[in-house]
């Protein structure tokens, strides 16, 4: 049928071509095979355990729409400062949706007591952040549709799992984004929002694992590009996430591996 | 500036930071923007201690920017990890269920201290000597290294690393012209804050900060936490931000505030022997 039976994936940056990712679900679609080189692997592994408990699939909030499957939504980076906000706008939204999930499913899952007023802080906090960002963008602002495969609400480990991906990366990202801002005001608000991410995700971490050094496992935290955080972040959002006029430049952070 | 500022500036600063609060009268002349007083920075790289910062909102960032913020934070580091160094020795006062938490800080610190003191020597500064301190501010605190001064180690411990989170905040407006730098310094204030976080749950508060709670430290403590009460950011106040989502305390947590080099250098001198 002139059809590849298999095809390869590089980087997850490969999914974000139309062809590739409509090939992709083809190939899903018949049954073939997608073979995920290993720097794909990487970025799913640094998810950490998302798969706690008696995991299983759950879309919500997508309808079961998969993750990039949607509409394309661009950020500029054209638009300086705004296209930085805007990443920041994307991710916030992704964490409030998650922590709202999280709290609203307290009443099935096996978190304790004190795990539920840590989170409904942490959502709190994630609500605020996102609708701060929504105002200060106006027009420049957009929705987007998260998506959690394999997440299970109901599951402490699948929960503190996730929301220790979620607050790792947002930290890296924040950290990574501040190079690329001009106004040294934005960088001051990204600034006041960052620790409070790198104090969440310290709390999510010793709940995880108390009496450790988990809560800060480097002496210097990531500093990510917009394009690794982006890879990390499609596989929770349903619309494909594109850059335009993406920085050709990363400054490294300390642990070299943004 | 007034005379005694104006002659203690000739003597001990660096010219070219002179020549920058000259500018700085010019711009106020002009009707440049409001800034909290000025404070004199001593000559760079010859004493650790700066007593305040030249307003950041009006100059534009410079290497001179760079290296003194590199130096100031070296100090904060310093102390920290002698803080943690002598905390963690045998005989102290940490439990051994949470010895892991602190040997981990420790650790931490240590390398903040090596990596900045590296950076710096590569600009050509001359890393500032490490002061001597004392952590019992000249007997206004226990000493918190003895074995049975877990909760006055603890309460120097919140409070130096809140300290550390809003101090870096306050700096990295000026490191804008140097990315390598800026990107390490964000890296640092990060891994401070997961820190802050985790010693707030030991002394049984949250990890995040609510209004100008000092959350059961000493009165001396208060100038860390005074300002976290803010809820305008941007310009905009947010307290309706909070409806539905755990009020105006959520909103104040939600930010943490920075501080000014002025503000950190008057939190910290008492503990410089």
């Not at chain 1, 890879?231 to 619309?239: E, M, N, P, R, S």
């Not at chain 2, 910062?53 to 070296?74: K, R």
Request: proline fraction near 5%.
């Amino acid at each position: 049928m002139g059809e590849r039976d298999q095809m390869l994936i590089s980087s997850t940056s490969d999914l974000w071509e139309p062809k590739s990712r409509r090939n992709f679900l083809k190939l899903m679609a018949i049954g073939g095979s997608v073979v995920f080189l290993p720097g794909v692997v990487t970025a799913c592994a640094s998810l950490g355990n998302i798969h706690g408990g008696n995991a299983r699939p759950d879309h919500a909030g997508s309808g079961g729409a998969g993750p990039g499957s949607g509409g394309t939504v661009t950020i500029d980076f054209a638009k300086g400062d705004v296209a930085v906000l805007q990443f920041a706008y994307a991710l916030e939204q992704l964490e409030a949706d998650f922590y709202t999930r999280v709290v609203g499913a307290f009443g099935g899952s096996d978190l304790t007591a004190a795990d539920r007023g840590v989170l409904a802080d942490i959502k709190n906090h994630e609500v605020i952040h996102r609708d701060f960002l929504k105002t200060a963008l106006g027009s420049n602002g957009f929705s987007l549709t998260p998506t959690y495969p394999n997440v299970n609400f109901s599951s402490r480990a699948s929960v503190l799992g996730t929301a220790r991906a979620f607050e790792d990366l947002g930290v890296a990202a924040y950290n990574g984004a501040g190079q690329y801002l001009t106004d040294a005001a934005n960088l001051t608000v990204a600034g006041k929002i960052v620790s409070v991410e790198a104090r969440h995700a310290a709390a999510i971490r010793r709940m995880i694992s108390p009496h450790t050094g988990d809560f800060a496992p480097n002496a210097f935290d990531n500093v990510f590009s917009p394009a690794k955080v982006a890879g990390v972040a499609q596989g929770f959002i349903v619309d494909h996430l594109a850059f335009a006029n993406a920085p050709s430049t990363f400054v490294q952070g300390p642990n070299n591996n943004g | 500036m007034d005379n005694t500022i104006a002659t203690y500036a000739a003597s001990h600063i660096d010219p070219e930071v002179l020549g920058r609060i000259n500018e700085r009268n010019v711009e106020i002349a002009n009707g440049g923007p409001a800034t909290s007083k000025l404070t004199a920075a001593l000559a760079l790289g010859s004493i650790p201690i700066a007593l305040g910062a030249l307003a950041n909102d009006v100059f534009a960032q410079t290497p001179s920017d760079v290296m003194d913020v590199l130096q100031f934070a070296l100090l904060l580091e310093h102390l920290e990890a002698e803080f943690y160094t002598r905390g963690t020795q045998s005989g102290g006062p940490i439990p051994s269920s949470e010895s892991v938490v602190f040997a981990t800080i420790r650790d931490h610190e240590n390398a903040h201290v090596a990596a900045l003191t590296q950076v710096i020597q590569a600009k050509g500064g001359t890393p500032g000597a490490k002061p001597a301190f004392d952590f019992t501010a000249k007997g206004a605190v226990p000493n918190p290294f003895a074995s049975g001064n877990y909760q006055v180690f603890l309460a120097l411990s919140q409070a130096f690393e809140d300290t550390g989170v809003r101090a870096y905040k306050g700096q990295v407006g000026r490191l804008m012209s140097d990315k390598q730098v800026l990107s390490a310094a964000l890296s640092i204030h990060s891994v401070e804050a997961r820190h802050a976080s985790m010693v707030r749950y030991l002394r049984g508060q949250k990890g995040w900060i609510t209004g100008d709670d000092r959350g059961g430290l000493p009165a001396f403590a208060q100038p860390i936490y005074n300002g976290e009460e803010n809820v305008t950011q941007a310009g905009v106040n947010l307290s309706t931000l909070g409806n539905g989502n755990g009020g105006v305390a959520s909103v104040t947590e939600a930010f943490d505030e920075p501080l000014t080099k002025e503000q950190v250098t008057a939190i910290v001198t008492p503990f410089l022997a």
